[in-house]
């Protein structure tokens, strides 16, 4: 008798079976196993079992939708929000909240089961620190502009298309933010001003961007133009005035480039001030049009407390914050530190960083122009070693040659802020091969309803 070779699974488009879904994705996907083959499913839950038919195929992984629901979830709720099926803002919603924080402890979990050898028994997670009121947290919405017959529409491109979804009240965006879109929507519509046509490339206004700033209450809208002249200005901006007396400073960016990027290099001060002042504790911000500014005010608190608990400086030691943006974190933990040091590339947020210090009289604090891993060895070179290293990198992680500049500077302390588990994960496997130990993984709850999730990692010099 010859033995039968076992075949090779084969799935195809529009084939369907019955599946249990095990975890939650990065994207908050669903995912589950057939005959070994993992298969990605939007909107299941772990634990449930339901009949998926395959969406696409790919050679290590299939996607699937939902075709019948056999056992749903306890977790499992009704969405409120009536276009979160169609929008892709939120991935989330039909999770409940406490569902939310446990997943997403898990999904850190996974990822360092993945790319670490920690025993899974041995990891040091804590629980996800949540929101008392996950709703209304987000600061600032960036609606892209559209035209349906004479009615003017702003909103987002729709999941895997490219329509534009009319949003009219966002349930994770501040109130007012929804408020000043609908009324801007309004007075351009009745104004007959020129809109952008993504296809054609032709129009003028492409994008509302509003911002509120949470503790003094100031609005900043931003009008996104394909040139520099608008038709009507002096009307528009008068019209505004009159509906949104509100808001407190108005503005234009200029980007006529074909591009997925909002914002262009040229801003222009139209009326009202030129920035909103916002304040985190006891710091406060300028924030121009263009500068960059946690989305969640309420939860960048307890962020930032975590990273400073996890520094435990006692008031003598050299802090580095590299990524360093506005100076955020070096400002947060400056009074218990002896002298902070922060580093970015990008020069007008050093501006920015030294700018913030020097107003609230901190003179601890300094920033440069420059790559982490340039500056921290010529630091050192002077006789200059951190005792603490801050880290917020960017979703792709810590640049390599930070990591080496690190390992060979070997502080006694590093505090790593974290927007992906998978990076973070990665990242903390080196520096463990090079004798640090991870202390502990707290994750935070920045996003709700959408499948993000920051942690903040300890991590210290054996």
Sequence with gaps: MTDKKTEAV?????QQFPLTIKRLGIN??????YKRKIVFVPGALPGEVVVAEVTKV???FAEAKIKKMRKPSADRVNAPCPLYDKCGGCQLQHLSYEGQLREKKDIVRQAFERHTKIHPDKLPLQDTIGMEDPWNYRN???LQVGKHKEKVLAGLYGMNSHQLIDISDCMIQHPMTNTVTQQVKKILEDLNISIYNEKKHKGIIRTIVTRVAFATGQIQLVLITTQQEIPKKDLLIEEIKRRLPEVTSILQNVNGKRTSLIFGEETIHLAGEEVIQETLGD????LSARAFFQLNPIQTVKLYDEVKKAAQLTGNEKVVDAYCGVGTIGMWVAKEAGE???MDVIAEAIDDANANAEKHGISNAHYVVGPAEKLLPKWVKQGWKPDVVIVDPPRTGCDDALLRTIIEVKPKKMVYVSCNPSTLAKDVNQL????????YLQPVDMFPHTSHVETVALIELK
């Design 58 to 60: 790919n050679p290590k």
């Design 283 to 286: 710091v406060s911000f300028e």
């Design 28 to 33: 908050g996907e669903g995912v589950g196993f």
């Design 10 to 14: 084969t799935i195809e488009k529009g």
């Design 140 to 142: 600032k919405s960036q």
């Design 340 to 342: 902070v040091r922060g």
């Design 432 to 439: 463990m091969k090079a004798g640090f130990k991870l202390k």
